[in-house]
């Protein structure tokens, strides 16, 4: 074979591979050649995508601490950003949801990915950002205090919930699960809050008997509760089994100029995705750097509380943001006036 001939095998396998350093890698045993491999593992220091094209640069705002966005990081890791055309650039985020808006709105950052329940409320007063994928549910819980009787939902008529914020995602939503489920959880509940390291303290002492928050702080509650702690319900419980909770944001310029990045950031972001579904332990190692105190074990054990396989766009993403219009709006959330089909196709781009 001629040296030709053997470039062309490598460009032909390398077309025919995910370009990640483990397709690079496993493209060089597919040639089968060390001499024709040598090259390959040269390139797996850097991106394919990199040398053959250039890359639209795309910032990307997230909370790192959040186990649910750990295949945000797969995307980065393994290239996947980068066979989609991006180079982006991950901000971890944690100031307010108004500011978070405020800075795609304005192309401060290009996109981000957050709570649905944190979101509804501020995208109706206007800011130009477009909701364009549902990722994943399973992101929040509620946990009984088993020392106080609390083994049940029915066992919450009249007891006290743990919460970070009166407004925070975990009550908005508890509120309707609990009321759908037949409990006032506006009469028959107590909501307190505290910051997050005492809610586990508040429970001990029967000031709460139950807790209502995200994951990964719902999981160490009930990893370092000396089993007092028990799951009574969580947002993928009936009926919201397929319902998403955090979707993918960008700014409408973004959209409406550029629909094409849009567009690969999602691609990009349902296959890390799928693939962490699939491969929970590779996942759950290339998040493990990201966060401190869980281990590759744990948060594959967290995984299970997650449907990362299940994501949403086009129709079915704008059907359940009105769902969970509905929902904020019957609380008193959202305004009695807001029409919530007009507001989803208002806040809903379809880029897929």
Partial sequence: MSRNEKQAVIDRTIDAVNPTRRGLLRAAGVVGSAALAAPLLALSGRSWAQESRKLTPLNFAWNQASSCLSPVAVAKETGIFEKNGLAVELTNYSGSTDQLLEALATGKSDAAVGMIHRWLKPLESGFDVKIVAGLHGGCMRLLGYKPAGVTKVEDLRGKAIGVLGQDSPS???????LQRHGIDAEREITWKVYPRDLLGLAAEKGEIQA????DPLIFLLERDGKGNLVELASNT????EDKLCC???VGGKLVRDQRPVASALVKSLVE??????SHQEESA??????TTNISVDELKLLYKNLTLHHHQVGTDLRDQIVYYANDFKGLGVLKASTDVNKYADHVFAKVL
């Fill in 272 to 277: 890390a995705y799928d693939w962490s579904h």
């Fill in 171 to 177: 009550k908005h939503f508890f509120t309707v699960y």
């Fill in 211 to 214: 807790i209502a928050d995200t």
């Fill in 237 to 240: 419980s009936s009926p919201y």
């Fill in 285 to 290: 190692k290339i998040f493990q750097k990201y």
């Fill in 247 to 249: 979707v993918v944001g």
